[in-house]
Nanobody, 122 residues
Framework: QLVESGGDLVQPGGSLRLSCETSGDTLDYFVIGWFRQAPGKEREGVSCSRESGASRDYADSVKGRFTTSRDNAKSTVYLQMNNLKPEDTGVYYC?????????????????WGKGTLVTVSS
């Protein structure tokens, strides 16, 4: 089970930290992805964390602004979002795939949270 939190209304240039709490197995053996879906658009990948968090990558649109991290002891994954832009608005989902390494491809993820809404607006 995955539960996201931390979504909110924030002004452009602001920051938010999203959390994804997991239950069950240790995070070490999961690839964790953050995805988002903007109004009227398809869901897209934002970040991917694999190999117990040692390897991370990001969509070009968020590189340098977003950072994903894990606290394996708390079984929680975070998405720190800085310098937010209106185009970052959307529902953010975390998803998990039971494998140590690999891609965060949407169709390969085994578990999904219900999402948390981020709105960037003045």
């Amino acid at each position: 089970q995955l539960v996201e939190s931390g979504g909110d209304l924030v002004q452009p240039g602001g920051s938010l930290r999203l959390s994804c709490e997991t239950s069950g197995d240790t995070l070490d053996y999961f690839v964790i992805g953050w995805f988002r879906q903007a109004p009227g658009k398809e869901r897209e990948g934002v970040s991917c964390s694999r190999e117990s968090g040692a390897s991370r990558d990001y969509a070009d649109s968020v590189k340098g602004r977003f950072t994903t991290s894990r606290d394996n002891a708390k079984s929680t994954v975070y998405l720190q979002m800085n310098n937010l832009k209106p185009e970052d608005t959307g529902v953010y989902y975390c998803a998990a795939r039971r494998t140590f390494g690999g891609m965060c491809r949407e169709d390969l993820m085994h578990f999904w949270g219900k999402g948390t809404l981020v709105t960037v607006s003045s």
